[in-house]
C-alpha cells in the first residue's frame, strides 16, 4: 500500500475544507479549538500570538503556509458541564442555551489548562464571574457555549491584524458543529459567514483528498472543491454593536482568569 500524502492533524482539516488560496479560513471545534487561515506563498510571522506554520505542498509546486490560533478548550468545556452534571449530553446545550434570553451577565472563561492564542498564559484557570441568586443551569450552559465563540473571535481579530485579510466566510468542522445554535452564535459574534460542510470531519477528508490527488483519483484542486459540499450557512443576526458590547466584557473575564495559579502544575 503507498504512502501517498502526509499531513498534520490541523493542517488536513483545513485541506479538507479545500482551504488552498489565500485568505481561506478554517476552525475545527474538537476537544479544543484551531483556526487556520491560508496565507499564501509567504510565511507570514505574527505580530499578534499566532502560530506561524506550513499548511500543505503539493507535488512540485510551492509550499502554502498559513497561520495558526490554538484554543486549548473547546468542546473540553462541554464536557465539564457533564462532569459536574448540568447537563447529561451534549444535545442539551442548545435547547438550554435557547430557553434564555442571555447569560443575564454570566461569564465563563475554560481555562481549564491555561489559555492559549493569543492570551497563552499556562497559569490562567477555569473562571465563572457575574453569578447571582437568579443565576440557573441556563444561564451557565449559554455562557459555556458564548465562551467557545469568544475564544474563537480572538484568534480572528488576531489574524485579521497579521494578515491584512479581512475574514468574510468561516468553514468549521469538529463535533460542536453540530450545534446550530454555536453556529449561529459564533456568525453573530464575530460578524462573518460560518459555513458547515456536509462532512464535518474534515481532518479525515482532507487526508483521504491528498491521497487521492497524488494518485491521481483526482487530477485537480478544481475536482476536491467541486466534490466538497456545504450543508448549511449562517449569516450574522446580531447587530455589530451588540456583538462588540458583549464582547469587551468577555476581555474582563479572560482578566480574571489570567495568572491564578501559583504554578503551572496547579
Known sequence: MPVAGAL?????????QTGFDRGDAKNT????????????????????????????????????YALEGSIFNAGAAIEFLEDVDLIED???TERLARSVDSTDGVYMVPAFTGLGAPHWDGRARGTIVGMTRGTKRE?????????????????AEAME???GVETTSLRV???????????QLQSDLIQTEIVRPEVDETTALGSAYAAGLAVGYWDSVDDL??????EREFEPEM????????????????????????????
Open 90 to 92: 451534549p444535545s442539551e
Open 139 to 155: 444561564h451557565l450552559v449559554l455562557a459555556t457555549l458564548e465562551s467557545i465563540a469568544y475564544q474563537t473571535r480572538d484568534i
Open 161 to 163: 491584524a497579521d494578515s
Open 225 to 230: 472543491r467541486s466534490n466538497w459540499k456545504v
Open 29 to 64: 471545534y474538537g476537544t479544543g479549538s484551531f483556526y487556520l487561515m491560508n496565507t499564501g506563498s509567504e510565511a507570514v510571522e505574527s505580530e499578534h500570538d499566532l502560530l506561524t506554520t506550513i499548511g500543505f505542498q503539493l507535488s512540485g509546486e510551492p509550499v502554502q
Open 239 to 266: 447587530e455589530q454593536s451588540g456583538a462588540d458590547e458583549k464582547y469587551d466584557r468577555w476581555d474582563d473575564a479572560v482578566e480574571r482568569s489570567l495568572n491564578w495559579a501559583t504554578s503551572e502544575g496547579d
Open 8 to 16: 498534520g492533524d490541523q493542517q488536513a482539516a483545513l485541506f479538507g
Open 173 to 183: 468542522d469538529g463535533g460542536a458543529v453540530r450545534n446550530n445554535y454555536l453556529c
